[in-house]
Structures are given as C-alpha cells and as structure tokens.
T-cell receptor
Framework: GQNIDQPTEMTATEGAIVQINCTYQ??????LFWYQQHAGEAPTFLSY????GLEEKGRFSSFLSRSKGYSYLLLKELQMKDSASYLC???????????FGAGTTVTVRA | DAGVTQSPTHLIKTRGQQVTLRCSPK?????VSWYQQALGQGPQFIFQ???????QRGNFPDRFSGHQFPNYSSELNVNALLLGDSALYLC????????????FGPGTRLLVL
C-alpha cells in the first residue's frame, strides 16, 4: 500500500510563496498528483509528475524526486482565492487507483 | 462540454437504510472511480469501473457495491448504513484505465443519522 504524509496546515501572506511538501512510501510508483479542493467542493487537478524534476504551470509548480519519495507543490504570488486544501496523491504501478494524503489546508491572509 | 455530474447533491438517511448514488462521467470518459472523503481527510478509494466491470477495489466492506452502465454512467450502492458512512462521496472519471488524470464530480454529501 501507500503511506502519504503532508503537513496539516500552512498560513502565508498574499503575494508570498508557499511550498507544500509531500512524502510517500509505496510498493510501486506510477505518478504523483496534486489536487486543489476548496471547502465543500470537488478536488480539481493541478499537476502530474511521473519523472524526476520540476513541472511549471503558471503560478503553480510541482517537483518530484522518486528516489527520495518526495514531492512539493510551490504556489507563487499567492492570492486570496488560493486558500484551499491541497491534496497529494500517488498512483501505484500495480493498479490505477489513487491514494491520497489527508491534505494541507493553506490559508492566505491579506 | 459537461463535466462529471453526480446526484443527489445531499442526502440524509438513517442507520440500516440503503442508498444509491449516481455519477455521469465527463464526455469521452469510460472509466469511473468512486471515493469516500470523511471530514478533514483525503479521499479514500472505494472501487473503479471500466467496461461495466469492477477493476479495482479499495478496503471497503461488501456493503459497498457498484455498477456501470453501457453509457459509462455508474452507481454506488451502500447497504445497512452505519453512522460512520457519513461522508462526501466523490466520483471521478478518466478516458481509460491507464489515463493519468482523473476529473472529479461535485460529490454527494451523505449524512447518516
């Protein structure tokens, strides 16, 4: 199975940068995903990493190190609307189901 | 292009009852996965349907069952409801088993009293 850890909460100021770390242990690896979930809403896809390195998409970037079982999501130029829960999810190589971490609640303050 | 839709949006049941939740995948998607998300937790995988068959299953009891129809829509059935079944039930679709990105519906919030 998978064991996925991420911080419970983070707070940052509007315009700042926040980095959300995710560590995982898995019996097989076939990709790491980041989703954003606003309160009471469905998760929305942010990024997907399957190879080591940094993937940049606008204000959001995601990094993966498979050898370290580590990923981070970097949110730049924070806006109030970025206040949400950020979910790290891993897909095993043996099947196609996603295993999610508990999520990191990011609060952006003015 | 409609995204993933789910019905109903909210539901209240009592212990011991049975419930059926419905999901229509995004246009062009043939694979549907169901997740249970308790408050303050990440989604937990229940099962996945492809070509009208259950392909993968998470650690959920047999009280949780499902079905996929020829038009790729899906149902989640839960029998003998327990208080602990209260959660947000999410449906996600993708264009194939191996497709990396799953798109989630708005969810059905189930409250068991």
């Amino acid at each position: 199975g998978q064991n996925i850890d991420q911080p419970t909460e983070m707070t940052a100021t509007e315009g700042a940068i926040v980095q959300i770390n995710c560590t995982y242990q898995t019996s097989g690896f076939n990709g790491l995903f980041w989703y954003q979930q606003h309160a009471g809403e469905a998760p929305t896809f942010l990024s997907y990493n399957v190879l080591d390195g940094l993937e940049e998409k606008g204000r959001f970037s995601s990094f993966l190190s498979r050898s370290k079982g580590y990923s981070y999501l970097l949110l730049k130029e924070l806006q109030m609307k970025d206040s949400a829960s950020y979910l790290c999810a891993v897909r095993a190589s043996s099947d196609y189901k996603l295993s999610f971490g508990a999520g990191t609640t990011v609060t952006v303050r003015a | 292009d409609a995204g993933v839709t789910q019905s109903p949006t909210h539901l209240i049941k009592t212990r011991g009852q049975q419930v059926t939740l419905r999901c229509s995948p995004k246009s062009g998607h043939d694979t549907v996965s169901w997740y249970q998300q308790a408050l303050g937790q990440g989604p937990q995988f229940i099962f996945q349907y492809y070509e009208e068959e259950e392909r993968q299953r998470g650690n959920f009891p047999d009280r949780f069952s499902g079905h996929q129809f020829p038009n790729y829509s899906s149902e989640l059935n839960v029998n003998a409801l327990l208080l602990g079944d209260s959660a947000l039930y999410l449906c996600a679709s993708s264009p194939g088993l191996a497709e990396e990105t799953q798109y989630f519906g708005p969810g059905t919030r189930l409250l068991v009293l």
